[in-house]
């Protein structure tokens, strides 16, 4: 293998400049993944240039394809480039899912409304995202500060009857009289855990981004035809964010750091400020807490002052910000180490730290954020409003609604569950926070809630099954008259293609949960802190229904988180023992992390800041060393991959690159949710700057669908519908019922190799196109005589 790379490679080279007229179709795999063997229908492939992360494979007989460009004057040598491992890999990848909250919020940022003007506007978008991702940080620190220090140390340690049954904390028990007896020292102690998740995290984040987003993109000067307001995703900087991400870092880790040392000064100022106490010691307390409010407004303002920088590769990085402002913030957490273990004689644990305050000032801030995140995307939203948008330019602020949900279930279920399992009777510990309480009371009613809109959504989808059962028959009684079989198989279609139909109804699932999210959760709120009991104490005494209802809501509640993270941990055991889980997680980040870490430094890597770099080397070689022949061809998620590599291109190369998506979610899922990047303006740019551009669909597709560009562009760009099956019943073609394809197997449609083959001949050097301000659009000969529209640039 590594003897026909280096000869495919210097082949490669030995042609640079020379124009050998060969044309290159470069195949990138969508969502899941695919092996070479696959992409190329070969079992003898070769990788000609990559690693075992990410590489393009040929056939073995195309190896050197570069060398032989007679055998190539009517075919396309086929590449395939694989990705898969980008997603999916070993047993450590299933600590992803500690960051499913990061991922959510990260998300948000890219969510914005395209607007025209509004610089400052758009920045405070971003701004606002970035808090919230920070508050989700010291969200999860503090749940395992709460685990570790409130439950463990100061409360069942300091309960000799919860200390008793857990043996391994007997030497912490007062009971004992040992060194580590004392509250202080026991929460200095407890500290360890929080801390080390931290360090977790930290690791985390630096070890992938080395691993995947270290790549830099190609290098290149401005041309002169490059406009200024080109879309984002095709500035030089836009796939290399090393600088805020590693900022990002060190503010947040800081920040975790800093939650763990307020957690241990707190209490221990609490008591030495108490008539009488220790005046070296209250002294000691004010000066930490100070300083701790001071380098928390640093991170802060680590946080707001600087966003992503996308003009230029901003390679610069903040070496003495990003080193010393951890290591500050591990210097204040080993002072207030210091100063809860000294010793206070008659300091005694009893009920519960100060956790109702944390958890519920971070309530007040996250849903704070969210209200003024939602005036500003409305703010933009206005100034170029888009009909397809989902939820009118809503979705980040929505999306920002539900990672601080998700954030609040798994703090809630951790303290939750331990709390039981550390308590077996059930009066011996105060418990978790009343807050997270009331948190995991309000899940009930919104299941209900959430299942009354899925079986609505059902209805619908079931009538418009029935719907589309007279088109299906209509559409095998016009265009397969000779067709025979039985109703059913018409009848799995229109199944197929209502329940494909439930992808675009998304925006109103997330609209209905987030906003009764926000309602539930403000609810919780204003009951934990007005009352400071649980839902069950409040109603006591009220009628018998409401105390009833309460109560069931409580233990339901309770049980449902206890649930939910238990799965959550099995789910993350068995996709560290058993890869095809692993690759089953895989394919669910495929979607979340194609986007940089730009709001939380600790999201799951970004697979794209490796991927577009390579594909755009890959293309921008190929189109210097052959003039310029290639079909970029991008299934699925692919096609994302695909179109975000072609922006990167320089003009002159981008204008002789041809694109062919199938079951691309590039309006559908990615113009929908983030307008500012792949909206109708950005896509039709894309349409008008690349040599031509064809797209194939189905109706069954729960994923892909059509581009709809304005205009007339929409024809010239989409294909109408493919035929899914190919027969709806048994004919001298297929004497066998034809599968279902959905999203799958778009190359087995003899439409793509026809889509193919025109994308090739218009690329001929030898036949060029005529360009569109000549002869109107470009076309080429239809498979029928008459012509195919493509308007794109014409070949240089």
Same mark, same amino acid.
């Given at each position: 293998m ?23 179709e ?49 075919k ?6 694989? =990705? ?9 990848? !299933? ?40 508050t ?25 009857a919860?200390? @008793? ?43 992938? =981004? ?29 796939w ?72 230029l ?23 207030a ?126 009538s418009? !099954? ?16 000779d ?13 197929a293609r209502a ?20 309602v ?15 839902? @069950? ?8 229904v ?21 799965l ?6 068995r996709?560290?023992?058993d890869?095809?889980a692993?690759?089953s997680?895989?394919?669910? =980040? ?6 940089p ?13 490796r ?6 080397w ?11 022949r ?14 975000? @590599? ?35 303006d ?15 669909y ?19 760009v ?11 019943g ?58 195919q ?8």
């Amino acid at each position: 293998m590594e003897q026909a790379q280096q000869r495919a490679t210097h082949k490669a080279a030995g042609n640079d400049g020379q124009g050998t007229g060969t044309a290159l179709e470069l195949l990138v795999h969508g969502v899941g993944g695919s092996s070479p063997q696959e992409m190329l229908d070969d079992p003898r492939t070769v990788r000609v240039t990559g690693d075992d992360i990410a590489a393009v494979f040929r056939r073995t007989e195309d190896a050197d394809a570069e060398a032989r460009p007679e055998d190539y004057r009517d075919k396309p040598v086929p590449e395939a480039y694989v =990705w898969c491992n980008l997603t999916s890999g070993d047993g450590t990848r !299933a600590l992803w899912l500690l960051l499913l909250p990061f991922m959510v919020v990260n998300l948000a940022h890219w969510m914005r409304p395209a607007a025209s003007g509004r610089k400052r506007t758009r920045r405070l978008y971003g701004l606002l995202v970035r808090l919230a991702g920070l508050t989700l940080t010291v969200l999860l620190v503090a749940a395992a500060a709460e685990v570790a220090l409130d439950l463990a140390a100061w409360q069942c340690a300091g309960t000799e009857a919860c200390a @008793a049954r857990h043996s391994w904390l007997g030497f912490l028990s007062p009971a004992e009289g040992g060194w580590w007896s004392g509250p202080g020292r026991r929460l200095a102690l407890a500290a360890l855990v929080p801390a080390a998740l931290t360090g977790l995290l930290w690791y985390l984040s630096l070890r992938t =981004w080395r691993a995947y987003e270290s790549q830099r993109p190609m290098d290149r000067e401005p041309e002169p035809d490059e406009t200024a307001g080109r879309n984002a995703l095709g500035r030089p900087g836009f796939w290399y964010g090393r600088r805020l991400v590693a900022r990002l870092r060190a503010a947040h880790t800081a920040a975790g750091l800093l939650t763990v040392a307020g957690g241990l000064v707190v209490p221990a100022a609490r008591l030495d400020r108490r008539p009488g106490g220790p005046a070296p010691l209250d002294l000691a307390g004010w000066l930490l807490q100070a300083a701790l409010l001071a380098l928390a407004a640093v991170v802060v303002g680590v946080v707001c002052r600087r966003g992503r920088g996308e003009r230029l590769q901003d390679r610069a990085l903040d070496e003495h910000l990003v080193r010393r402002l951890p290591l500050a913030a591990l210097a204040l957490l080993l002072l207030a180490a210091g100063y809860a273990g000294w010793d206070r004689p008659g300091w005694a644990s009893a009920g519960r730290l100060p956790g109702d305050a944390v958890f519920g000032g971070l309530a007040a801030v996250q849903g704070l954020l969210v209200i003024a995140l939602a005036v500003v995307a409305h703010l933009l939203y206005r100034t170029a409003p888009d009909r397809r948008a989902a939820m009118r330019g809503l979705g980040g602020p929505a999306v920002v609604m539900l990672a601080g949900a998700l954030g609040g279930v798994m703090s809630g279920g951790v303290a939750q569950r331990v709390s039981d399992w550390l308590d077996g009777t059930g009066t011996a510990l105060a418990g978790p926070p009343v807050l997270l309480t009331w948190q995991a009371s309000v899940i009930p009613p919104l299941l209900l809630v959430v299942l009354a809109l899925l079986a609505l959504l059902a209805r619908r989808t079931w009538s418009r !099954a029935r719907a589309e059962r007279a088109e299906v028959t209509d559409e095998a009684a016009g265009g397969h008259p000779d067709e025979t079989g039985d109703p059913a198989p018409r009848r799995k279609v229109a199944a197929a293609r209502a329940m494909a139909g439930l992808t675009d109804r998304v925006p109103l699932l997330v609209t209905v949960v987030s906003t009764t999210t926000f309602v539930l959760g403000l609810a919780a709120l204003v009951g934990a802190l007005t009352t400071g009991q649980t839902p @069950a104490e409040t109603a006591d005494g009220s009628y018998a229904v409401v105390h009833g209802a309460a109560e069931t809501a409580q233990a339901v509640g309770s049980w449902l988180v206890g649930l939910g993270f238990i799965l959550f941990v099995t789910g993350g055991r068995r996709a560290y023992k058993d890869a095809s889980a692993r690759r089953s997680i895989g394919i669910l =980040w495929d979607v979340g992390t194609f986007w940089p870490r730009a709001a939380h430094p600790f999201a799951p890597p970004c697979y794209a800041e490796r991927a577009v770099p390579d594909l755009t080397w890959r293309m921008a070689t190929w189109t210097r060393t052959t003039g310029g022949r290639l079909v970029l061809s991008g299934h699925s998620q692919g096609s994302v991959l695909a179109a975000a @590599a072609a922006w990167q291109l320089e003009p002159s190369a981008r204008g002789r690159v041809a694109l062919l998506t199938y079951g691309s979610p590039l309006e559908r899922l990615y113009g929908r949710w983030f307008p500012a990047y792949f909206g109708p303006d950005s896509l039709a740019a894309l349409h008008r700057e690349i040599d031509c551009w064809r797209n194939l669909y189905r109706l069954t597709d729960p994923i892909g669908g059509p581009v709809r560009l304005p205009g007339d562009c929409g024809p010239e760009v989409d294909r109408p519908p493919l035929n899914d099956p190919l027969s709806y019943g048994r004919t001298a073609e297929h004497p066998l019922p034809a599968p279902i394809l959905k999203h799958g197997d778009y190359q087995a449609d003899p439409a793509f190799a026809e889509e193919r083959g025109r994308l090739l001949a218009r690329l001929r050097p030898e036949v060029p196109a005529p360009r569109p301000d000549e002869d109107g659009p470009g076309t080429v000969p239809g498979a029928d005589g008459g012509t195919q529209g493509c308007a794109g640039r014409s070949s240089a």
